[in-house]
């Protein structure tokens, strides 16, 4: 078997007039956490549902682990662990029933059932409420049993809609830990809107928005890519109107960009530089600061985070994305 | 086959985990007894035969309310999406619901086998027709709640499931009521197609091989409906 583990070829899925997913194409190799970003609507559960066989793309085909999801959904389906973004769970189930059930729909048996749920639960920290009925438990427990469900039967692909939803910042950082450590051999795509997490936990990022791929890397290359250093110079206000703090720093050999930000009530203003290229210009915005004479109260640099660059990639088309 | 059996199992258990199965189960045998022991010794008979009658009509309101949720429910919490994301076919999903609910109908039969039982310390009772009435009785139950899990299959709001399987199984058991008002040829095929001209005919103890295929077609005309409705959200 290839390292691909996931390949999916220009997929396209129309409901009606409205098309939720327009000609994706990726891969996703063995033990890569691909993190699926883009705002509601943008087509990440779309994409999830193609892959899991529970929707047919209109247009365009996908592999999973070696099984195409047309001609051997079956195989498609053995080979995934699906925590869906509704968690399907029966409520009148006991958490044991429950992970038993699935086990033995994934073809585990006899004393393997046992020792999968033992182990899940274990993975999950499931065991304080293994004997109590699904419907009783707290968001973060219900959400940690979709999990043990997804993982019961070993599967070489998990497929994670929102895996972290509902859960408490400590769930989240514990099942995060899991999600890497699973991701080191096996494949893992999840999706999620939370920028902090896939920073933290994906090795690469697809973000996708009204239905199509807009970017495809690792974080830190998304970061770098579009993420220029700025130069933000608080100073101290003055009589000086907008333009004349802008000219102050137009001598600035190294910027490119220079824009203003009027903390008028505050008695402060900020001053945004851009270089050209990567140069540094703390001290020429400080000498500038000088020359005009102004009050320089604080200079930073920021790099653009993940957060800048998924708004601009998804708000750039139109406004009226859901 | 056994995924089918362990979806089967499940649906079997969480009936009476919930509050219908029973429900279900006391309404039938209550009607059941009113109706039965209201006019069994003014016909002084030891015969079973009025038993399976009002039992016949009884399950045909009672069992939708068995089937309504079978796959509406599975389809509102999302939990069919787990279902359907098993390594298992549309077709073991429907097969292993229908089992599951055959089952908690096959417990509700066996709970009224304490009518022939006690019509037999009365008097002399030809089991011949109580035979044959149970296998009309299971028949005719089996295409009611295949029609009930067909029409389950096409919403995720029970109610309204219940009211198409309601309204297509009293349909069926109403179609050879008014016989005499129809012309000769049409009341012949409205009789045919009507559940209890097959069913009347098994509670004499008659066990036709075409009121069987009757009733075998329409479980299985029904069936393959619930995976088609099943199946169609791939390509939605």
Known sequence: MSDVMIEAKGLTKQYGHVTALENATFDVKRGEVLGFLGPNGAGKTTTMKVLTCFIAPSEGTARVAGADIFDDPIAVRQAIGYLPENTPLYSEMLVLEYLEFVARMRGLQGAKVRQRIVAVAEETSLGDVIGKAIGELSKGYRQRVGLAQALIHEPPVLILDEPMSGLDPNQASEIRELIRDIGKERTVILSTHNLAEVQVTCGRVLIVSEGRIVADDTPEELAARAGKPRFVATI???????DALKAAFASIEGAQNIQVADGTTSGEATIHITPKGTADLRADVFRAA?????????LEQRGENLEDIFRELTTRQNGDAS | MKHALTIGGR?????????????????????????FWKTFFLFGRASAREMFRWLGLILVFALPALTMGLLAEEKRTGTIELLITMPITEAQVIVGKFLGVLGLYAVLLALTIFYPISISTLGDLDWGPVIGGYVGLLLQGAAILAIGLMASSWTSNQLIALFVALTLSVFF??????????????????????FDY????????????????????????ALALAFRALESRRWS
Request: proline share 3%; aromatic share 14%; charged share 10%.
């Open chain 1, 236 to 242: 101290q206000r003055n009589d000086s109107s907008a």
């Open chain 1, 290 to 298: 000088v020359d005009a004479n102004l009050v320089l109260l604080g």
């Open chain 2, 11 to 35: 649906q079997f258990r969480s009936y009476f985990n919930g509050p219908v199965a029973y429900i279900v189960i006391c309404i039938v045998l209550l009607t059941l007894g009113f109706f």
């Open chain 2, 173 to 194: 058991w109403v179609l050879d009521k008014f016989l005499p008002l129809l012309p000769t040829n049409m009341a012949s095929v409205l009789q045919w197609l009507s």
């Open chain 2, 198 to 221: 097959h069913f009347q005919s098994m509670t004499r103890g008659v066990i036709d091989l075409r009121d069987v295929l009757f009733f075998a077609s329409i479980t299985v005309f």
